[in-house]
C-alpha cells in the first residue's frame, strides 16, 4: 500500500489535500482525516484533531452545517 497522507497522492485531491480545519481553524493545514459527526455526516478534520473529543468534533460539525 503506498501512503495516502503523504507525496504525490496528495497532488491529486482537491486544493492539494490542505484546507481550513473546521475544529481547530488552522489554516492550509492538510485535512485528512474523516471524523463522523452526530448527525451522520462526514467531516474532515486535521491531525491534530483527529484525537479531539467527540464534543469538539460535533461542536464543529453544527457550525458547518449552518
Ligand atoms: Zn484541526
Known sequence: MS???RGKAL???PSRG???CPVCGSTRIKL???K???SGQA???CKR???APQEKIDAAGM???K
Open 32 to 34: 485528512l482525516y474523516t
Open 11 to 13: 497532488w491529486a485531491l
Open 18 to 20: 490542505r484546507g481550513t
Open 49 to 51: 484533531c483527529f484525537n
Open 43 to 45: 467531516l474532515k478534520v
Open 36 to 38: 463522523t459527526i452526530g
Open 63 to 65: 457550525l458547518g452545517v
Open 3 to 5: 501512503k495516502s497522507k
